[in-house]
């Protein structure tokens, strides 16, 4: 199926496709109004520097997302569900909390909480600030503490060493100043006035719910449906190029123009063997109405049962008072002689080739004669187009009916030419996997030729008529 095709299929279904896309856009409209309402709340904090600390932009995205890696910790949610004083466990806080850099970045982390109200919500997000204020300010005080515990080893052993030294002496004098020196490195760090995280706007809850928005949800929806059922038009439109079970003959005799002589039903020998009795009273009716000598069996595709039909209604006239030969004129694949157990030439393509080849005809029966395909030949179009064909089976067999058994149709020309010598042809597809298209484009495809189509045969159906 084509761009333009796949178009106008969409239009053909365009009010189906509405009409279901209307209904998953209520459900969903109803689905969004049932649902509970959710609100939220935002919480602003920033990191500050210290005086004389610079950060490069690098540096401040590390430090942003070090601190937003924290937020999400176990330890600072369970101090938020703490603070927030909620009936939270550290996991559903961690489901209702979001930890994000606001637009445009920078040293500033926003700090979302959703809950069941304006309240609960504000109140996780306010707590989730100021446990992420008191872990970074917990994580500096350690950082301090690290740093001087050196300092602090170091002074305590100066002092261990002073306490038996004379006072004024130069060993006391210097570890004195060693000590000093120390003492006031220590009291810089202390003193020192590094960056820091803190809030920088308490948390506010928006003045309505997040979610469900009906609105939102049911034109995406809508919009969502209307693409989902489209395409779907276009796959049960494809599908649907099928022939239904319940109508197959008048679907067919309405699409092709020309009678379902048959249904040969699938699985069932019973109703096979009648279906072929109602094939045979149409072909000896069509041959009263009309000089019909030379019948064609033509498929549509491969595997639609072209051998299977020509065989069953040779031998279904054989027991009428009819004389029939059946010619292989398969040259492809032919299949008549394994079927029927004769040789495989002399045939059909040695008797066109050689002239009148008495030995090449077998006989089934009284009436009932067979021709195999005969020997391969490079070009079977070229060869079934010489004007000798009709000649030659007229020499081969004084015969009342000559049933041809041709090539698929959508596989090979070979059918079109052998169709065009004969006085008319039936067309045989596959009830269940044959398109209505590909069997009209078939039964076009022999009218276009001049080939008389006497009528068609659905092949593998499930109910017999």
Known sequence: MDLFEHFRTIWRWRWRVLAASLVVSGI????????????????????????????????????????????????????AVKRSRLPLTVDQARERAEVAEPEGGGSQLALRATGATRDDAQRLAQGL?????????????????????????????LTR?????PRGS?????????????????AQLQAQTTGHL????????????VSPKPVRNTLLAFIAAMVVNAELAVVLSARSDRFSRERLGEEAAELLGVPVLAQIPAGNQAAGIEAFRTLR???????????????????????????????????????????????????????????????RDPGMSDVITAGENPG???????????????????????????????????????????????????????????AEQCDG????????????????AAANQLRRAGVHLVGVVANKTQHAR
Do not use: C
Request: charged fraction near 15%; charge should be neutral.
């Open 281 to 343: 009273a149409g072909i000896m009716s069509a041959k009263a109405s009309r000089d019909l000598q030379l019948l064609a069996v033509v498929g549509v595709a491969p595997r639609n049962g072209t051998t299977f039909v020509t065989v069953q209604l040779t031998q279904a006239l054989s027991g009428l008072d009819i004389s029939v030969l059946v010619v292989d004129a398969n040259l492809r694949r032919p299949q008549l002689h394994k079927i029927l157990a004769i040789p």
């Open 198 to 209: 803190g809030i920088v706007s308490a948390a506010t809850a928006e003045p309505g719910p």
């Open 28 to 79: 969903v409209l109803a689905w969004s109004v049932n649902l509970p309402p959710v609100y939220q709340a935002t919480a602003l904090v920033a990191w500050t520097p210290g005086p004389g600390e610079g950060l490069n932009d690098s540096s401040l995205q590390l430090t942003m997302r070090r601190y937003q890696q924290l937020a999400t910790t176990r330890v600072v949610l369970g101090d």
């Open 360 to 418: 090449a005809v077998s006989s089934l029966s009284p009436r009932l004669l067979a021709l195999a395909a005969g020997s391969p030949v490079d070009d079977p179009p070229a060869l079934f187009s010489s004007a000798q064909v009709r000649k030659a089976m007229g020499q081969i067999a004084d015969v009342q009916l000559m049933i041809f058994d041709t090539p698929p149709l959508a596989s090979y020309v070979d059918a079109v030419v052998i």
């Open 161 to 165: 060493q002073l306490e038996p030294l």
């Open 170 to 186: 130069s060993r006391e004098e210097a570890l004195q100043a060693r000590f000093s020196a120390l003492a006031e490195t220590s």
């Open 425 to 440: 042809a039936i067309l045989v597809f596959d009830a269940v996997t044959s398109s209505r298209r590909a069997v009209a």
């Open 129 to 157: 600030a100021r446990a992420l204020d008191a872990a970074a300010a917990a994580q500096q005080a350690r950082a301090l503490a690290a740093a001087l515990a050196p300092l602090q080893r170091q002074m305590d052993t």
